[in-house]
């Protein structure tokens, strides 16, 4: 009888302390860069892979400039494994270094040209995108909404 009690003892102190444990567990918090990549591409889980951003507006200077029919159906694609496509066909990658810089390189379906941007982020939330172009004579931004 004295060893019953002592098993069942040693038992359920096993059972608190793995309890304990499984609740202390270490929980992995997300990056803000990370975040960031999942709004701008997507988690990567199962049928959230990509997002698909369309052209709503673009700003030279400050000023709105009026998208002509084809430009108001322009979608740039960037999925979560880092690939980028859009709607003209041209592919490429995409990294984001820091939180607020996009880098792009573009081979243009055409010409096989390769080409590289750098975008500063002024606006990622679930729904908008807005990116202003570095190194450019003038300053000009593109407002996207997201089309998922």
């Known amino acids: 009888m004295f060893y019953k009690n002592l098993s069942f003892k040693i038992f359920v102190y096993l059972l608190g302390l793995s309890v304990l444990f499984q609740f202390c567990k270490k929980k992995e918090v997300m990056t803000d860069l990370e975040f960031r990549k999942q709004l701008l591409a997507g988690s990567g889980t199962y049928q959230n892979v990509e997002n698909n951003w369309k052209l709503d507006s673009t700003y030279v200077n400050g000023v709105s400039v009026a998208l002509t029919a084809y430009q108001k159906t322009f979608v740039k694609t960037f999925m979560h494994d880092g690939i980028y496509k859009d709607s003209e066909l041209n592919t490429g990658t995409w990294e984001l270094p820091t ?11 055409t010409t096989s040209k390769i080409d590289s941007f750098s975008y500063e982020i002024l606006i990622i939330n679930t729904a908008q995108l807005k990116l202003k172009l570095n190194n450019s004579t003038s300053q000009t931004e593109y407002l996207f909404k997201i089309a998922n």
Do not use: P
């Open 99 to 109: 939180l607020n810089t996009l880098r792009q390189k573009i081979r243009y379906s």
